[in-house]
């Protein structure tokens, strides 16, 4: 299981600008850990947590229950156990790291390789996450700016949802980027004096 990182911690801090009533319902998909559906869940929300890992399952169950928190945390790939439903918020910390395999990652590289472009998961978001959203509903996607926000932006756009890029950080490369550092500046995704990571916040709504 990934521990929370950088990326987390900018999209919480997101989420704490998100005027959320209390019994809002809120999807926390990739929840990890489940650092951001506690969050969610301490606002007196109704938090529903995915992950494709049954490691981050346990570990978030584990933490909701420590916490006291009501946190429903179910397995499945992406939106596929909450067909059918829609949800006033939308939290995303996908894998978006570009990955010089290009395929579908195994092991515990599916929590950061996204293949070739870093888009694997992210396409599917833009696709699928308008359909659950309520009128009024909100998306917080967060990812890194070598996986293109402006598709992102363009993508939601073009569903019909009102996005932008609202949050930015710059951080040192981690170990995943350090390691693929030259692979990155031989596509071009990296220029040649380039030392960190941008990461980023979209935020998308369904107009009401």
């Given amino acids: 299981m990934y521990a929370p990182q950088e990326d987390t911690d900018l999209l919480a801090g997101?989420?704490?600008?998100?005027?959320?009533?209390?019994?809002?319902?809120?999807?926390?998909?990739?929840?990890?850990?489940?650092?951001?559906?506690?969050?969610?869940?301490?606002?007196?929300?109704?938090?529903?947590?995915?992950?494709?890992?049954?490691?981050?399952?346990?570990?978030?169950?584990?933490?909701?229950?420590?916490?006291?928190?009501?946190?429903?945390?179910?397995?499945?790939?992406?939106?596929?156990?909450?067909?059918?439903?829609?949800?006033?918020?939308?939290?995303?910390?996908?894998?978006?790291?570009?990955?010089?395999?290009?395929?579908?990652?195994?092991?515990?590289?599916?929590?950061?390789?996204?293949?070739?472009?870093?888009?694997?998961?992210?396409?599917?978001?833009?696709?699928?996450?308008?359909g659950l959203l309520r009128p009024g509903g909100v998306l917080l996607l967060v990812h890194s700016a070598l996986s293109d926000p402006d598709r992102t932006v363009r993508h939601l756009r073009a569903a019909g949802l009102k996005a932008a890029v609202t949050r930015r950080r710059r951080i040192p490369f981690g170990p995943v980027l350090r390691s693929r550092e030259q692979w990155l500046r031989h596509r071009g995704l990296l220029s040649a004096d380039e030392n960190n990571e941008e990461l980023v916040v979209v935020r998308a709504e369904l107009p009401r």
């Avoid at 209390?22 to 969050?39: M, N």
């Avoid at 397995?75 to 894998?95: H, I, K, W």
């Fill in 14 to 130: 997101a989420l704490s600008e998100e005027p959320l009533s209390p019994g809002s319902d809120v999807l926390d998909v990739g929840t990890g850990s489940g650092a951001l559906a506690l969050e969610a869940a301490r606002r007196g929300t109704r938090v529903t947590a995915v992950d494709v890992s049954w490691r981050a399952v346990y570990a978030a169950r584990w933490n909701a229950w420590r916490a006291g928190l009501p946190v429903r945390v179910v397995r499945g790939n992406l939106f596929e156990p909450v067909r059918g439903r829609t949800f006033d918020l939308v939290l995303a910390n996908p894998p978006y790291v570009p990955a010089p395999s290009g395929g579908a990652p195994r092991g515990p590289a599916r929590a950061w390789d996204a293949g070739g472009d870093g888009r694997l998961v992210l396409d599917r978001i833009c696709r699928e996450a308008p």
